[in-house]
């Protein structure tokens, strides 16, 4: 028998079947002419058989999504990452208009924010008449003054834009600054929104919830019924399902359920622009970080980055924290008046990478709370350090929570993702520089107030020989002949 390297076959769990070499021998002797013209024609159809189902394999393995969570209602291929673009809200509240939005989508583009990665136009609240139609055929229409053409011809030139379009509604009678809501015409205004307007995108809220007699439902049943909607409107002309934006403000848990159905559930009340909100949302959020995976993301709320009420510093930390916890990055502000800074902050392509990373669709979490003991909640100051692996490394946050600048320290096997005894490149990723080797701990000085520091870890090989003490973490080290070692002293021996 003849000797072949042995080789690996990916399965779909991304580990490996191995397969020795070995082939059988098809035992084929010396024949007459005829009986090798058969054993031609038969060796040249195996041949062709084997080539076609390689290659059929070769494309199916490329073809099928990889094995990860997919919501059960047919939206698959919608929004497996956090959705990133522009919302009205919190620029303008209810004061919008069709040229206020062709305005900021045509700046999406010229700003460079379109090229970033930015590619909704979402329009929050306040773009209907006031009256809410009870009959089924009879759909509410757009504000006809403040959206004189019309929404299919504002869909249309926000797609010519290469953009997509994202509308806004309501589970109860009306929405939250009560203009109409779906509540019982859920299939009639889903085909409005996305057949007859075009829009890609539903943000759905929570407001004027129906009594209980009349809507016999828990939370879960009031937004099932839209989540229905939509997909049975997409199969109408083989369209791709909206992207369902469920906003119930994390009262009842949305994280564990809205997964089913939708594709990000908010997770908290409404931001501000202040400190205090961006602290207290973090330090929710903190706390169900798990939630968030491919086609399923914790919405942290629309940006506050750009309107002038938090501090450079505050800014950074705010978009570090909503991109690395992959929260949608929507974006609240004026870009007609934008600052320099801000958009800078905006267009940060090191941290993007790691909010949109194809491979790897979980969110940092703590792996220590910092200032206060692991698991305690505190609005005010959240937890401070965080990791989580990335397609190019372990990425990290560290968020000084104090209203002063403050050193940072960590031993890099705190965090889950880190190999001990190897030694790791360190890019920042706000100055987006190489900042040299870590070997065993990382030391940030002079964080700033409320600032944050970001950085991309990856393995650079074995750290130097002998280095003491022999682990870093001085839990239960211990050589192999049975001596405990803590803290680099060799304190104890346990016969074996
Ligand atoms: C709130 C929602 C805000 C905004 C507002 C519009 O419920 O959280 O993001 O959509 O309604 O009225």
């Known amino acids: 028998m003849s000797e072949k390297a042995s080789y690996d076959i990916p399965t779909p769990h991304g580990g490996y ?70 919302n009205t809200w919190n620029a303008y509240h209810c004061d919008i208009n069709e040229s206020i939005i062709v ?102 809220d929570n407001c004027a919830v129906p009594f209980d007699h009349i809507i016999r439902e828990g939370i879960v049943g009031k ?4 989540a229905d909607a939509i997909s049975q409107v997409s199969k109408e002309p083989g369209k791709l399902p909206m ?96 600052s320099k800074e801000a958009l800078e902050i905006l267009k940060n392509e090191d941290v993007i990478a790691i909010n949109q990373d194809p491979v790897v669709g979980t969110a940092i979490s703590p792996f220590r709370w910092g200032i206060n003991p692991d698991w305690v909640s505190n609005e005010t100051h959240p937890a401070q350090y965080w990791s989580d692996e990335s397609a190019n490394g372990t990425v990290f946050m560290l968020l000084n929570t104090l209203d002063e600048p403050a050193d940072m320290f960590f031993n890099l096997t705190e965090s889950p993702w880190i190999r001990a005894g190897r030694k790791y490149s360190v890019r920042d990723l706000w100055s987006h520089s190489e900042n040299g080797t870590a070997i065993r701990n990382f030391t940030a000085q002079g964080v700033p107030a409320h600032g944050v520091i970001a950085l991309l870890l990856r393995d650079a090989g074995d750290e130097p020989e002998a280095l003491e003490p022999p682990c870093v973490r001085p839990e239960w080290c211990m050589d192999q002949n049975g001596t405990l070692i803590e803290s680099g002293v060799s304190n104890s021996h346990l016969d074996l």
């Open 243 to 338: 992207v369902f934006s469920l906003c119930q403000w994390g009262r009842e848990q949305p994280w564990l359920w809205g997964k089913r159905f939708s594709q990000s559930w908010r997770t908290t009340g409404d931001i501000e622009p202040t400190w205090r909100s961006i602290a207290s949302i973090i330090n929710q959020n903190s706390f169900i970080t798990w939630a968030s995976d491919f086609y399923g993301h914790n919405d942290m709320d629309i940006l506050e980055v750009g309107n002038g009420a938090l501090t450079y510093e505050e800014e950074k930390a705010h978009f570090t924290a909503w991109a690395l916890m992959k929260s949608p990055l929507l974006i609240g502000a004026d870009l007609a008046s934008v």
């Open 103 to 204: 305005e900021n989508a045509r700046l999406m583009e010229t700003l460079g924010l379109l090229g970033a990665g930015y590619n909704y136009m979402n329009i929050d609240d306040c773009y209907s008449e006031k009256k809410r139609s009870p009959e089924v055929d009879e759909p509410f229409s757009e504000d006809k003054t403040r959206f004189p053409s019309g929404m299919k011809a504002l869909t249309n030139e926000i797609h010519q834009l290469g953009m997509k379009a994202g509308i806004y509604g309501d589970s109860g009678w009306f929405t939250c600054q009560l203009y109409p809501g779906s509540f019982q015409n859920e299939l009639r205004d889903a085909r409005l929104f996305q057949l007859e307007w075009g829009f890609d995108l539903l943000k759905f």
């Open 17 to 86: 079947h191995s397969r020795g070499g070995e082939s059988e021998s098809l035992g084929l002797t010396h024949t007459p002419r005829r009986a090798s013209a058969l054993n031609t024609i038969v060796a040249s159809v195996a041949l062709l058989f084997i080539l076609v189902s390689q290659v059929w394999s070769t494309y199916w393995r490329f073809k099928l999504p990889p094995l990860e969570h997919v919501p059960s209602n047919g939206s698959e291929g919608v929004a497996r990452l956090p959705f990133m673009g522009f």
């Open 223 to 226: 937004y099932q019924r839209m």
